[in-house]
């Protein structure tokens, strides 16, 4: 099992109120994805747990992308991974943006 | 101990327990006074929907009698009967429902204890031992919830790599002592001596209502989590509106 | 202590949103969410908690924040529910410590309140291998519970209708439930197809014959059988209303139920215990085209299902 961990400076807040959300399921080729709203609104941050190891620089760069293109200040999401495609970590973490950026229902 | 010499020693003052088809039918008297039923399954049979049926009408008739016997679960069984006309004729609820028939007799009052004298497995054992209030066990008894050989094949690792795994955790490997630590088990009787003196003194102990097999698997280090998130759950299930 | 949060369920942009999504493509979080009152749910030991499973990281696996299961309280049609809710495509929505303990401490709440009836949504292959002793006794701790639940007079209802099926341990507790629900994708066994086939001989059971699998384990078999009580649609509303049917008819439990249930298996065994087939059973109790069922849609199922037999409420 590996364990990576990045912060990065965000460039918005991700929008709304909600303070936690949650999508995927931990399976092969799958994975969840936990967005807490727990840090300051400039600070994002991304843990992953994952059983294939040796692909910190491919998590590193999905994350990197993710964070430039997407509001996402505040917020720590924990990734629980399956074994995922970088494109399908990289659908889950929008995703999991979009949903903690709804209303409350 | 062959079965025989365990009933002998259950029950000096006699019993009338006897052997039909690898089923176990039957009562014995107890040193205090009054008698025990006893069911059970005996010479490593599988546990089928024929088996079950009887089982639990056993249980039943015992109770339609009346009274606060306390009834003996004695089982050296195999797994549950694996068969395409058990699944069809719907062995779940067979053995759901002998289940039930003992869970609701020790509510009603009757003690039930299970006396694990040889194997078990998965099905069976959830029906029979598993049903009781109370799982005792005699040295060399082997329960077995999931066997190597299966997990080897399923997890693609070695018997040795599980071997070496099960060192370190009493949460997957067959074996007496692993259910003991893990709650499920609570003594290991010792056979040399008097059963019936055991059996007494079981019978004796303030009981309290309530499954505690979390609880002993936490004190004995088996299962660490269990009896806290139950509790939990439980505490906050009793907190919300 | 801090106070339960509610805890937001996802919605699967993708998939078409209310009732009429499939229950068995759905996750676990979006069958609790659709199938309550909109907003109604509250999560006990929510994903945030982080109580993972402790015994999977020697096996180098990955774990899920939720341990594979959703429990918590919420409303149908306005009236209060407890409910649990197995995700079937984690560890096969297999029973380990966190999992079961989960459910557990759920029943004994159910238990002490008395009033609020649970929903069982079963998904599992039974007890976790890697976890096989505690997965075990949580079964059989569950069992415990659930009818001392139904002893204070608590309806617990199984759903049956998800990818893993119903198997193992986890078919030993839908039978202790007060009454089930099964849809067609549904299965309920003790033991599974493979594990038949390899013990047996493919003779015995062919696992890969998937038509056998359906008609002796499958959810019109239960129905028709009287494994399970109701049949339901593949869709969330269809699981909603059968659920609400069986909240409103499901027995109180008791020695009366447990005599009528000896009865009803006996009877069973008498009538069916010679059938080589389902296809047996199904034309001994008078379906004339039994061949056809496996291909009758929902409806027709059902109206046939309701002329053969209906359930007696309380034999279970």
Redesign the interface.
């Known amino acids: 099992m590996e364990t990576l961990s990045y912060r990065h400076k965000a460039q918005e807040r991700a929008a709304g109120s909600k303070s936690l959300a949650i999508i995927g399921v931990v399976a092969s080729g799958n994975l969840e994805v936990m967005v807490e709203r727990v840090l300051p609104d400039t600070e994002c941050q991304v843990d992953i747990n994952t059983a294939a190891e040796g692909f910190a620089a491919v998590w590193e760069a999905v994350v990197a992308d993710f964070v430039e293109r997407r509001s996402t200040g505040g917020l720590k999401l924990s990734i629980n991974d399956g074994g995922a495609r970088p494109d399908t970590v990289a659908l889950r973490l929008a995703q999991a943006v979009r949903l903690i950026e709804e209303d409350e229902r | 101990m062959t079965l025989d010499d365990i009933l002998a020693s259950l029950f000096p003052e006699g019993h009338d327990v006897k052997h039909d088809d690898g089923l176990l039918l039957g009562s014995g008297s107890l040193r205090a006074g009054g008698r025990a039923v006893v069911v059970g399954v005996t010479g490593r049979t599988a546990l089928g ?2 088996e079950a ?1 009887r089982l ?2 056993h249980v ?1 008739d015992a ?1 339609e009698r009346g009274g606060t016997s306390p009834i003996l679960v004695l089982v050296d069984s195999d ?2 009967r ?3 006309r ?12 002998l ?3 003992l ?2 007799a020790d ?2 009052g009757r003690q039930t204890v299970g006396l694990l004298y040889g194997h078990s497995a ?2 069976a ?3 029979t031992a ?2 009781t209030r109370t799982l005792v066990a005699l040295p060399g008894a082997e329960p077995t ?2 066997d190597l050989p ?2 080897s094949k ?2 693609k ?1 070695s018997i040795d790599v599980l071997k070496e ?1 099960a060192k ?6 067959p074996g007496l002592d ?2 003991a630590q ?3 088990v609570l003594a290991i009787w010792d056979e040399k001596g008097s059963l019936a003196k055991r059996l007494e003194a079981l019978l004796n102990q303030a009981q309290n209502r309530g ?1 505690q ?2 609880r002993l ?1 936490k004190i004995r280090n ?19 509106e | 202590m801090s106070i339960p949060k509610k805890c937001e369920m996802p919605d699967m942009s993708h998939v078409a949103s209310g009732r009429s999504v499939g229950w068995y493509e759905a996750s676990a979080r979006q069958r609790v969410r659709l199938l309550l009152d909109a907003g109604s749910f509250e999560e006990f030991i929510g994903p945030e908690q982080r109580e993972i499973s402790p015994h999977l990281k020697v096996f180098d696996l990955p774990t899920q924040f939720d341990d594979g299961i959703v429990v918590g309280r919420g409303r149908i049609a306005g009236a209060p529910v407890f409910l649990a809710a197995q995700e079937g495509r984690f560890m096969g929505g297999a029973f380990g410590e966190v999992h079961g303990a989960k459910l557990t401490g759920l029943l004994r709440a159910a238990r002490d309140i008395k009033s609020v009836p649970v929903l069982i949504l079963f998904d599992t292959g039974g007890v976790r291998l890697q976890e096989a002793n505690a997965g075990e006794l949580a079964i059989a701790e569950i069992m415990r519970a659930l009818v001392e639940a139904r002893m204070a007079g608590v309806k617990v209802i199984g759903l049956i209708g998800g990818r893993a099926g119903c198997y193992g341990g986890g078919g030993l507790i839908a039978g202790c439930c007060s009454a089930l629900a099964v849809s067609e994708q549904g299965r309920i066994s003790v033991s599974g197809p493979e594990v038949i086939e390899t013990n047996r001989g493919v003779e015995e059971f062919d696992s890969r014959d998937r038509a056998l699998v359906w008609r002796t384990m499958g959810g019109k078999h239960r129905r028709l059988l009287g494994g399970a009580d109701a049949f339901s649609d593949d869709t969330i509303q269809s699981f909603r209303d059968t659920a609400l049917q069986l909240i409103e008819s499901a027995p109180a439990f008791g020695a009366g139920v447990l005599k009528a249930e000896q009865a009803r298996l006996e009877e069973r065994l008498q009538r069916f215990g010679a059938c080589a087939d389902a296809i047996d059973i199904w034309s001994a109790e008078g379906v004339s085209d039994a061949q056809a069922v496996p291909a009758l849609p929902a409806e027709q199922f059902i109206a046939l299902a309701d002329k053969v037999w209906r359930p007696r409420h309380d034999a279970r």
Do not use: W
Request: glycine share 8%.
């Open positions: 929907v024929d049926i639990s009408r039943l109770m797994s549950q694996m068969s395409k058990d699944e069809l004729l719907g062995l779940n609820e067979f053995l759901a429902h289940a039930k028939c869970i609701y509510m009603q998965a099905g054992f959830l029906a598993l049903a919830v999931m299966s997990m399923v997890t690792l795994k370190s955790t009493p949460v997957f490997a692993n259910l893990t709650g499920g499954d097999r979390d698997g088996g299962r660490p989590k269990a009896a806290d998130i139950a509790e939990r759950v439980h505490d906050l299930a009793l907190l919300s």
